[in-house]
T-cell receptor
Framework: GIQVEQSPPDLILQEGANSTLRCNFS?????LQWFHQNPWGQLINLFY???GTKQNGRLSATTVATERYSLLYISSSQTTDSGVYFC????????FGAGTTVTVRA | ETGVTQTPRHLVMGMTNKKSLKCEQH?????MYWYKQSAKKPLELMFV???????ENNSVPSRFSPECPNSSHLFLHLHTLQPEDSALYLC??????????????FGPGTRLTVT
């Protein structure tokens, strides 16, 4: 199956800082999703992004499908951004990366 | 209710018990999924249903038995589980399952502890 690698595994930020999370995948995919998992386990949809760039508030994402990677940008981070960020690629079923654990300190 | 709901949110069961997890989606989707999230491991797909038919069984042990009576409801029946089955079980739905790749929406999960 498709391999999905996320980096870095852990990220500690000071409130207000910017950061970039990366997702590499091993084969062509039909689609890609970014999720934020909150401390209670809920997976919240951030982006559905097969290619190109999307923005939603302080978050934006870029997928370069031909080079098999996607980036998630967090700007002006807040403590509520803490949690685990997952990338999942879809070649008819979702395959998840191991996630990036983000901790934002006040 | 909106989105995808799951009950119960927490469940503690003994190895000889039988219990069921319930998932309901209010999005008008045709496909539903069960995922398992164990500590320190990526989410694993367990089952996929499309229009109430099982289209994927990802080598899941028979002690997990899914049921999809209609496109809005999905159950996971549990019996004679092992302690290593303790995990967060997540349900998801999407407009369709295959061959196109539709956006999936997840429920809040059931945190299962097997004692």
């Amino acid at each position: 199956g498709i391999q999905v690698e996320q980096s870095p595994p852990d990220l500690i930020l000071q409130e207000g800082a910017n950061s970039t999370l990366r997702c590499n995948f091993s084969d062509s995919v039909n689609n890609l999703q970014w999720f934020h998992q909150n401390p209670w386990g809920q997976l919240i949809n951030l982006f559905y992004i097969p290619s190109g760039t999307k923005q939603n508030g302080r978050l934006s994402a870029t997928t370069v499908a031909t080079e098999r990677y996607s980036l998630l940008y967090i700007s002006s981070s807040q403590t509520t951004d803490s949690g685990v960020y997952f990338c999942a690629v879809n070649d008819y079923k979702l395959s998840f990366g191991a996630g990036t654990t983000v901790t934002v300190r006040a | 209710e909106t989105g995808v709901t799951q009950t119960p949110r927490h469940l503690v069961m003994g190895m000889t018990n039988k219990k069921s997890l319930k998932c309901e989606q209010h999005l008008g989707h045709n496909a539903m999924y069960w995922y398992k999230q164990s500590a320190k491991k990526p989410l694993e797909l367990m089952f996929v249903y499309s229009l109430e038919e099982r289209v994927e069984n990802n080598s899941v042990p028979s002690r997990f038995s899914p049921e999809c009576p209609n496109s809005s409801h999905l159950f996971l029946h549990l019996h004679t589980l092992q302690p290593e089955d303790s995990a967060l079980y997540l349900c998801a739905s999407s407009q369709e399952s295959h061959p196109s790749a539709y956006e999936q929406y997840f429920g809040p999960g059931t945190r299962l502890t097997v004692t």
